[in-house]
């Protein structure tokens, strides 16, 4: 438990000053550090939500997470009341870019190691020391400080909250906001991991709420001028 929180410490701090380079340096980096982790403290597949056993299971519930973020997405960008917040800035891109930012850059860079991170390594460890709600609460609200420098990073970019982003005071509250989120994401991800027994339901779930948002922001960003 300790070893993993000191890499996720460091990791953090090292990604803040810019130290770990591509994302692909830094996705491997934390994947094989958080590997080493559950190596040094004997943990098996199935500590890990990785046997075999429960793949179907997670797949299943994973499946059922996707389904019900796509139905969330699709009724937020219907809505005029909440469509400006899934206008974000990153999704001024082409079709060639969105492609490789949904499978590479939220699959396997964002969502494979953060998922073996919390819900795999670190939710595993904590249920070592502790019952299953007290780890879920902990590794999630790990989760939700671990999202402070990216929050900080694209908080501008967004036209519904970026103008917030302009003050100190709105800073802060949109970091806390993120943290929030990102603790109940945290939540459900451990409850899917928990339940299933496998590390696949929160992976789809985690990819489907960074991809689908990303996708639907960028279905609704191109339709808007023909809407006009």
Not at 18 to 32: D, M
Not at 107 to 119: G, I, K, S
Not at 158 to 172: D, E, P, Y
Not at 179 to 203: D, E, N, Q
């Amino acid at each position: 438990m300790v070893q993993a929180v000191c890499v996720l410490v460091l990791f953090s701090l090292a990604r803040a000053l810019g130290l770990l380079g591509s994302p692909v340096v830094s996705a491997s980096i934390l994947t094989v550090a958080m590997v080493l982790v559950a190596w040094s403290a004997g943990a098996t597949l199935d500590d890990l939500g990785l046997g075999r056993a429960h793949v179907r299971a997670g797949l299943r519930y994973g499946g059922g997470a996707f389904v019900a973020v796509l139905v969330v997405l699709l009724a937020a960008a219907v809505i005029p009341g909440t469509r400006p917040f899934l206008q974000d800035a990153r999704a001024e891109i082409d079709g060639g870019r969105l492609a490789y930012e949904l499978g590479v850059t939220i699959v396997l860079l964002t969502a494979v190691p953060e998922e073996l991170a919390f819900r795999g390594v670190l939710l595993g460890a904590a249920r070592s020391l502790w019952d299953s709600r007290r780890a879920a609460l902990v590794s999630s609200a790990l989760f939700g400080v671990w999202h402070i420098e990216p929050t900080l990073e694209t908080m501008s970019g967004n036209s519904a909250v970026g103008s917030a982003s302009t003050t100190l005071g709105g800073q802060v509250l949109l970091v806390l906001g993120a943290i929030g989120v990102t603790f109940v994401a945290g939540l459900v991800f451990c409850w899917l991991r928990l339940r299933s027994r496998s590390l696949v339901a929160p992976l789809l779930a985690h990819a489907a709420t960074n991809g689908l948002a990303l996708a639907v922001a960028w279905f609704t960003l191109h339709a808007t001028p023909l809407a006009g």
